[in-house]
């Protein structure tokens, strides 16, 4: 399995380690959501070729063994719940690709262009249901209630983004709170979930779940940038959608609200024709790309320095890695 | 609150405790999916209209206390549980509105109309993972996989029966399957999730499981008789939906099997241009709307059998008037 992060490259042990555990955590999904009805299955092997970096599952097996740096390979549980987030990020992809009437991802054609708005929603409950089922498979309530209360919270940031569809007076504060929710809130819980399975200490936890908060919040500002600035050969998937969807992100605030005529006629005007090029322009002129970015960079940093609580390990050491690497990221 | 079934009517003691139930389960469901975000509130304020008859709350009720004849109250457990089959139920209803277009239901527009397909599909995504949050909440795995595989089963149904959407071929066997799982599977297992909560014996739970099994696919079929033959004012919701999306339902499937030339042509003439009047002339005259109602009769006395193995009590009784009731219903 040819890894878009190629982990061996970062650390050859961990890296093939990981590979391989991946692999498993792909036939696990896949043996989750076997259905005896054709058409389901179908449908699931479509959704297979969404798995990308897999990095919730990775965060999941890193945090895990970061947790306890003396630990060399993942638990069982970390298994299943690295599926578990697994299945929720992929179901979320199904129902975004809706919201954001998508037609392709990862090279492929989306579920909504190949079969339907209507076959999209459905499939998209399977995979949440699946999610919690196997979840429970692991006998732990405690974790059954984070992951609920993780997926409340990234549903609830789903609906105030929408609610502010189109919103020019967007503020800063309330784009943070929604990428927040959106967003870092499954990486968090990827994270933490990952250290209390081995080690259910507080300061473990935090550290991790700080992590994974701050590392999501990064990730969705440089994703907000990709769709923005990139090319649907790179990143595999549309860009441009935010524009398209009247969906506000940090360096258009940030312009909005310092501008003063007639620069905010201009991009008012800009938003609303969805002109990505001169948006781009503008932005970078002003550069509200670079002060993303450095926002961006301040997570990460953030991000990193809430591992120096944990024990030195090679898990330790990707995870600082794997950070670093969402400020170059390009897919 | 004036109950749409009349409870009262039916055993005013146990009506009245019932009502007083419902109230409760409302109150938690309105609690469980309170936001800190205004939104979310307003949309959930919206969806709280859609509780009608709370049959999936009263079953949990019911078969807890039937399950134990001398259970005079619903324990908190199947409060809990009562709300969360129920919150499942509403995500169905905001999610199936997507699929079916539907512009009002109970009277009011739907979160689709009102708010377009995007809020309508991560409305009902929170809805489903606050029903998993709250049931995770029970501290009880084993309750947590019953869930999970029912609405596995429930989405599968779904999907297949979009997948099957303007198959003039689809068989009995097939409609069967299919409302087993989309409808079937949850009353079932609200039944028999009350009686587990009582006491965890198989003999009670297969006949509690088994009993929501039958009812379910009669109260399907009597559905798909409603959006043929019933008023749009008096069912609640849109009427002729199943026509318009290409669902066939049981009297047509049978018909279609039956019918040499040319009424095959014509019933396939009709079906295209969802005629619905005409449809429905063409099923009534050939018998086919009373051969449907013969099934559902015959589910609803095998479902009121297997109430047989269980103690006589007040809560059994109720059970054999809702299934009765089922046959004839109006909305």
Same mark, same amino acid.
């Given at each position: 399995?040819?890894?878009?992060?190629?982990?061996?490259?970062?650390?050859?042990?961990?890296?093939?380690?990981?590979?391989?555990?991946?692999?498993?955590?792909?036939?696990?999904?896949? #043996?989750?959501? !076997?259905?005896?009805?054709?058409?389901?299955?179908?449908?699931?092997?479509?959704?297979?070729?969404?798995?990308?970096?897999?990095?919730?599952?990775?965060?999941?097996?890193?945090?895990?063994?970061?947790?306890?740096?003396?630990? #060399?390979?993942?638990?069982?549980?970390?298994?299943?719940? !690295?599926?578990?987030?697994?299945?929720?990020?992929?179901?979320?992809?199904?129902?975004?690709?809706?919201?954001?009437?998508?037609?392709?991802?990862?090279?492929?054609?989306?579920?909504?262009?190949?079969?339907?708005?209507?076959?999209?929603?459905?499939?998209?409950?399977?995979?949440?249901?699946?999610?919690?089922?196997?979840?429970?498979?692991?006998?732990?309530?405690?974790?059954?209630?984070?992951?609920?209360?993780?997926?409340? #919270?990234?549903?609830?940031?789903?609906?105030?983004?929408?609610?502010?569809?189109?919103?020019?007076?967007?503020?800063?504060?309330?784009?943070?709170?929604?990428?927040?929710?959106?967003?870092?809130?499954?990486?968090?819980?990827?994270?933490?979930?990952?250290?209390?399975?081995?080690?259910?200490?507080?300061?473990?936890?935090?550290?991790?779940?700080?992590?994974?908060?701050?590392?999501?919040? &990064?990730?969705?500002?440089?994703?907000?940038?990709?769709?923005?600035?990139?090319?649907?050969? #790179?990143?595999?998937?549309?860009?441009?959608?935010?524009? &398209?969807?009247?969906?506000?992100?940090?360096?258009?605030?940030?312009?909005?609200?310092?501008?003063?005529?007639?620069?905010?006629?201009?991009?008012?005007?800009?938003?609303?024709?969805?002109?990505?090029?001169?948006?781009?322009?503008?932005?970078?002129?002003?550069?509200?790309?670079?002060?993303?970015?450095?926002?961006?960079?301040?997570?990460?940093?953030?991000?990193?320095?809430?591992?120096?609580?944990?024990?030195?390990?090679?898990?330790? !050491?990707?995870?600082?890695?794997?950070?670093?690497?969402?400020?170059?990221?390009?897919?």
């Amino acid at each position: 399995m040819a890894h878009p992060l190629d982990l061996t490259a970062i650390d050859p042990a961990l890296g093939q380690l990981l590979e391989q555990e991946l692999e498993e955590i792909v036939r696990r999904i896949e #043996t989750q959501v !076997a259905s005896d009805f054709a058409p389901v299955n179908t449908l699931c092997l479509h959704v297979g070729r969404y798995h990308g970096k897999m990095l919730r599952p990775l965060l999941v097996m890193l945090s895990g063994m970061a947790a306890d740096g003396s630990l #060399t390979r993942p638990r069982d549980a970390h298994r299943t719940m !690295a599926g578990v987030v697994e299945l929720i990020h992929l179901a979320t992809l199904v129902h975004d690709d809706v919201l954001d009437e998508a037609t392709f991802r990862r090279g492929g054609e989306t579920v909504n262009r190949l079969h339907g708005v209507e076959t999209s929603v459905m499939l998209g409950d399977y995979l949440i249901s699946n999610a919690f089922h196997m979840c429970s498979t692991l006998g732990d309530p405690s974790i059954n209630v984070l992951l609920g209360r993780t997926t409340n #919270t990234l549903c609830e940031g789903e609906v105030v983004q929408l609610h502010h569809r189109g919103d020019l007076d967007l503020d800063e504060r309330t784009y943070m709170e929604i990428v927040s929710r959106k967003t870092a809130s499954l990486i968090s819980s990827a994270c933490e979930i990952g250290a209390l399975l081995t080690r259910n200490e507080p300061a473990v936890r935090q550290a991790l779940a700080g992590y994974g908060q701050d590392l999501g919040v &990064a990730f969705q500002i440089t994703d907000d940038l990709l769709d923005l600035e990139g090319q649907e050969e #790179t990143v595999g998937k549309p860009v441009g959608r935010d524009l &398209a969807k009247g969906k506000l992100t940090l360096p258009t605030i940030r312009a909005l609200a310092a501008a003063g005529e007639p620069l905010r006629s201009r991009l008012v005007d800009i938003i609303k024709r969805h002109d990505r090029g001169d948006l781009h322009q503008v932005l970078e002129e002003g550069g509200w790309l670079d002060a993303a970015r450095v926002t961006a960079a301040d997570l990460v940093n953030s991000a990193r320095q809430r591992l120096d609580v944990l024990p030195d390990s090679p898990a330790r !050491a990707m995870l600082h890695v794997l950070a670093a690497g969402v400020l170059t990221r390009r897919v």
